[in-house]
């Protein structure tokens, strides 16, 4: 019952945003696609279409907006990447709708040393499927957004030192990373722009992702290669998949604010099915453009009694950070700099995650990668994969650095799909006294193959 009057909310908006909307200003098409504008043009010269967004190297006037970028929506939920940004996609007319594939699969074989090291061969993907259209005087988007993990991480979990976050069969998961939900996202979004420069949008999810944080690591230009998921995800980021999501938004020009409200329990371990619950949470973000190439926001949320394993604990998240994107001949440049923060209720404990990740595409065909991180570790870390002892509190433990380099290389067997065959090596620090449980120097590495997309929605026309 819940979720029916969630589904039939979410459509009754919809239809009276588009009944009021005919009135108002409108987004302009031609031929009734919903990502082209009609531009003004001088003179005695006729209109041009371009597609929000839309970059031609040979027509620098043509650069990319901020409301052109949100338009396009090809990042989790309503989270923004500099407009430089290209996402690697397959595009289709049909008709008044415009269809998207964005998507990516790594299949990975790991290998970690030192006394906690696991070996493990498995897959990290997901799969994001639009549809959008004219509606109205505004733009109609419907997303969907599966990963395959579920089945291709056995175990419910694949290694990862030192990380840590959420709970599975009544225990923490330390140090590894769990799978994705076959469902991350299932969402629609409308957008109506108002005036020349400013647009209100609505977005709506079963299961999707509230305005909180940067766009997550699986969808970051700067995290493109790195096959598994940062140490700081649970505090930066990991509200990606959360159940019965309401957002709304109003843009103008460089700047973006939004506020959400969601249920705040993290998904459980079983990752095939469709989590839900009472909207107990809630979030805002301010966004900013301030140039092409560069994206900055801060948010900040409050979680109630995300784990399972202690629901008497609320928590306030926050975060910052600048993202920058530097696109030349054959390639780009992507970085990006986080800092996330979990204050625990009623404890009143911090923990801090600070990142820094950059990817460098040249010569068309390569990349190299780079991520450090300086996160703080609570005392769950020391039971392993034992249960918590009776009475147990969790508190800081310590602070942990890791060091990411890789490298791959696009080939091209099939037509519209990039082949990467590429590596990486993660070197990890820590206190002395965790030595015992970790060793020295553990180490970390990675061999994959990736698959992904060729086309993009930049060069579509």
Same mark, same amino acid.
């Given at each position: ?169 009544? *225990? $923490?998961?330390? /140090?590894? #990373?769990?799978?994705?939900?076959? +469902? @991350? ?124 394993? *202690? $629901?008497?604990? /609320?928590? #306030?998240?926050?975060?910052?950070? +600048? @993202? ?138």
């Amino acid at each position: 019952m819940h979720r029916r009057l969630f589904l039939l909310a979410l459509t009754s908006l919809l239809v009276a945003i588009s009944a009021r909307a005919q009135d108002g200003a409108g987004i302009h098409h031609q031929h009734d696609h919903p990502m082209e504008q009609e531009q003004k043009s001088p003179a005695g010269e006729p209109p041009t279409s371009q597609m929000p967004g839309m970059q031609h190297s040979h027509m620098p006037e043509n650069k990319p907006s901020f409301i052109g970028t949100i338009l396009e929506h090809t990042t989790s939920g309503t989270s923004a990447q500099p407009n430089s940004v290209q996402q690697p996609m397959f595009m289709l007319d049909a008709g008044s709708w415009m269809f998207m594939f964005h998507g990516e699969a790594f299949f990975n074989v790991e290998q970690q040393s030192g006394p906690r090291g696991e070996d493990k061969v498995f897959s990290t993907n997901w799969f994001m499927p639009m549809a959008q259209r004219r509606l109205g005087a505004g733009q109609l988007t419907l997303r969907g957004m599966f990963s395959f993990e579920p089945a291709t991480v056995t175990d419910r979990v694949y290694p990862e030192l030192f990380q840590q976050g959420e709970t599975a069969f009544g *225990r $923490p998961i330390s /140090d590894g #990373q769990h799978p994705h939900d076959f +469902l @991350m996202e299932l969402a629609a979004l409308y957008d109506w722009k108002i005036g020349e420069h400013a647009l209100l949008s609505f977005y709506g999810a079963p299961v999707g992702d509230p305005a909180m944080g940067p766009p997550a690591y699986a969808h970051r230009a700067s995290a493109s290669e790195d096959p598994i998921a940062p140490l700081g995800h649970h505090l930066q980021d990991s509200t990606h998949i959360a159940a019965d999501v309401l957002t709304a938004g109003l843009a103008y020009k460089s700047v973006r604010v939004e506020a959400s409200g969601f249920h705040g329990r993290e998904p459980d371990e079983f990752r095939w099915n469709l989590n839900s619950g009472a909207i107990d949470s809630w979030s805002t973000r301010l966004t900013i453009q301030p140039g092409q190439n560069w994206s900055g926001q801060y948010s900040f949320a409050y979680l109630t009694s995300p784990e399972s394993l *202690r $629901p008497a604990e /609320d928590v #306030q998240r926050m975060t910052a950070s +600048l @993202m920058y994107n530097r696109p030349f001949k054959n390639g780009s440049w992507a970085t990006t700099l986080l800092w996330g923060r979990n204050h625990v209720l009623p404890a009143g404990e911090n923990f801090n995650g600070y990142l820094l990740e950059s990817t460098l595409h040249f010569a068309r065909n390569e990349r190299v990668w780079g991520r450090m991180e300086n996160v703080d570790r609570t005392n769950e870390l020391l039971p392993g994969k034992q249960p918590e002892p009776a009475g147990f509190e969790e508190r800081f433990l310590a602070r942990v650095q890791a060091y990411t380099a890789g490298y791959d290389h696009d080939f091209h067997f099939l037509p519209g799909l990039a082949t990467a065959v590429g590596a990486q090596i993660t070197f990890y620090n820590a206190p002395n006294f965790l030595t015992p449980f970790y060793g020295r120097h553990p180490i970390g590495a990675i061999w994959f193959v990736r698959l992904r997309p060729t086309g993009n929605a930049h060069s579509r026309h």
